[in-house]
């Protein structure tokens, strides 16, 4: 079954200290991955897709096909990156993409 | 243009009372998802929307949840008689493509 699996609820650094939030997935098929975020009060966003292979607010994630995974790293987190971070798989249904989602993972940024 | 929005954003309803949700996509968005999110879980798929076309409801969990798009543009998710269970956060998403855009969600709390 295809599953997405945030293994760390709460993540809780230092300013400028370096970020990793892990996901890993199972997919029988070829995957589309996603990072969505949702900051406080604010309404679930896209962060970044692997196959843009971009930086985002300095996120960057990469596509592990043989390790099943697609973590989030930032080398240094700032008070702003504190949020709520969603891992996704998009489930190709034939024309159409279900997402499936990871349970989360909040990131706390102290100063 | 404006985003997708929801009404209302927050509903309190006794148990066994229906309840109506509402998603008014972004202007041209073909596709359009809901989802259900438990607290301290990711996103879950209910159904699915081409147009007017209801192409997938898998993710309803039972025949007291349905939903609608007459006119291929806002949507309603009904629940009759609601069950404290169904507690949870709405989420409605539409898109033209892969990527999907979030609402800010209704949360429904059922007493």
């Known amino acids: 079954a295809q599953r997405v699996t945030q293994p760390e609820k709460l993540l809780s650094v230092f300013k400028g200290a370096p970020v990793e939030l892990k996901c890993n997935y199972s997919?029988?098929?070829?995957?589309?991955l996603f990072w969505y975020v949702q900051y406080s009060r604010q309404r679930l966003q896209l962060l970044l897709r692997h196959i843009s292979r971009e930086s985002i607010k300095g996120f960057t994630a990469d596509l592990n096909k043989g390790e099943t995974s697609f973590h989030l790293k930032k080398p240094f987190a700032q008070e702003e990156d504190s949020a709520m971070y969603y891992c996704?798989?998009?489930?190709?249904?034939?024309?159409?993409?279900?997402?499936?989602f990871g349970a989360g993972t909040r990131l706390a940024v102290h100063p | 243009g404006a985003g997708v929005s929801q009404s209302p954003r927050y509903k309190v309803t006794k148990r066994g009372q229906d309840v109506a949700l509402r998603c008014d996509p972004i202007?041209?968005?073909?596709?359009l998802y809901w989802y259900r999110q438990a607290l301290g879980q990711g996103p879950e798929f209910l159904t699915y929307?081409?147009?007017?076309?209801?192409?997938?409801k898998s993710g309803l969990p039972n025949d007291r949840f349905s939903a609608e798009r007459p006119e291929g543009s806002i949507s309603t998710l009904t629940i009759q008689r609601t069950e404290q269970r169904d507690s949870a956060m709405y989420r409605c998403a539409s898109s033209l493509g892969l990527l999907q855009y979030f609402g800010p969600g209704t949360r429904l709390t059922v007493t």
């Open positions: 202007s041209g968005h073909v596709s």
């Open positions: 997919y029988s098929g070829s995957p589309e």
């Open positions: 929307f081409n147009y007017e076309a209801q192409q997938d």
């Open positions: 996704a798989l998009s489930e190709d249904s034939g024309g159409y993409n279900k997402l499936i």
